[in-house]
């Protein structure tokens, strides 16, 4: 049965140019895009997004990244595709990401690490739902 999940092209990776590359290696993997837009977002609906993360040390930086220039965020659609994106996207930190991931590829750094994943199909409900209006949903 297939499955939905949501991902976000991050802001190093679009202001690099890799939007292109990164979705190639998506669709490339079997994923259907089923919902696409280029979006800037404010610190406020970065920290929205990302309050699981309120009291890690990184989240000031973390939502000052998100918010310094445009993303893409997806929804993404194929048979296990919360796990399967996860794997295609590699480590959290890039220099320890397996070869062939989006991370180890177009990924610089932990912080500025090209490419969000949800976890898990409640995250990926709350994220999809954050991003994108009913009608934007295919
Ligand atoms: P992910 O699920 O692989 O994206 O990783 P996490 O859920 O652990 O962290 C969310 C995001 O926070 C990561 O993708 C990074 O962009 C950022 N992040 C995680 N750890 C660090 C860190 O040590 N420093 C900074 N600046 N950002 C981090």
């Known amino acids: 049965m297939s499955q939905r999940t949501f991902s976000i092209i991050k802001?190093?990776?679009?202001?690099?140019?890799?939007?292109?590359?990164i979705l190639a290696?998506?669709?490339?993997a079997g994923f259907k895009i089923v919902s696409i837009?280029?979006?800037?977002?404010?610190?406020?609906?970065?920290?929205?997004f990302y309050h699981v993360h309120a009291a890690r040390p990184f989240f000031g930086e973390l939502t000052e990244f998100m918010s310094s220039g445009p993303i893409v965020p997806l929804?993404?659609?194929?048979k296990n595709a919360i796990a399967?994106?996860?794997?295609l996207m590699g480590a959290t930190d890039p220099a320890k990401a397996e070869e062939g991931?989006?991370?180890?590829?177009f990924a610089a750094s932990i912080g500025e690490n090209?490419?969000?994943?949800?976890?898990?199909?409640?995250?990926a409900e709350f994220e999809?739902?954050?991003?994108?209006?009913?009608?934007?949903l295919k």
């Open 11 to 21: 802001p190093d990776a679009v202001r690099k140019g890799y939007t292109g590359a």
């Open 25 to 28: 290696e998506i669709e490339k």
């Open 37 to 48: 837009k280029k979006i800037s977002i404010s610190r406020a609906q970065a920290e929205g």
């Open 75 to 78: 929804i993404l659609e194929k």
């Open 84 to 87: 399967d994106l996860r794997t």
């Open 101 to 105: 991931t989006i991370r180890k590829k």
């Open 114 to 123: 090209a490419i969000h994943g949800s976890d898990a199909a409640d995250t």
């Open 128 to 136: 999809i739902g954050y991003f994108f209006a009913g009608y934007e």
